[in-house]
Nanobody, 125 residues
Framework: QVQLVESGGGSEQAGGSLRLSCAASGYIVSRGCMGWFRQAPGKERGWVAYINGIGTTSYADSVKGRFTISKDSAKNTLYLQINSLKPEDTAMYYC???????????????????WGQGTQVTVSS
């Protein structure tokens, strides 16, 4: 049974950094295709970043240059490094796993079949 558990969220001031973690069990992160999403109150869950089975990454335009998605095969964990935090980054952040489909980048929640419970990020100005 696949289980994804996020951690690392918290409250930070604008300009700060956070590193979110997504520890996996029943799933091999190094081989998998995984993404991060975020959802602010009253808004839809939106795609943030994606990494495929060979480590190729993709990012939403709104976070490009500030967010970095990565994997640690030894810890079987997915990460999201968030730098230069902005108040608009405030949201619940979710990691998710999708079937790998070549070079396609899944940007919609419906394309992912395993989800974590989320970790809250709050950024104050």
């Amino acid at each position: 049974q696949v289980q994804l558990v996020e951690s690392g969220g918290g409250s930070e001031q604008a300009g700060g950094s956070l590193r979110l973690s997504c520890a996996a069990s029943g799933y091999i992160v190094s081989r998998g295709c995984m993404g991060w999403f975020r959802q602010a109150p009253g808004k839809e869950r939106g795609w943030v970043a994606y990494i495929n089975g060979i480590g190729t990454t993709s990012y939403a335009d709104s976070v490009k240059g500030r967010f970095t998605i990565s994997k640690d095969s030894a810890k079987n964990t997915l990460y999201l490094q968030i730098n230069s935090l902005k108040p608009e980054d405030t949201a619940m952040y979710y990691c998710a796993a999708s079937p790998c489909r070549g070079w396609d980048v899944p940007r919609y929640a419906r394309e992912y079949n395993f989800w974590g419970q989320g970790t809250q990020v709050t950024v104050s100005s």
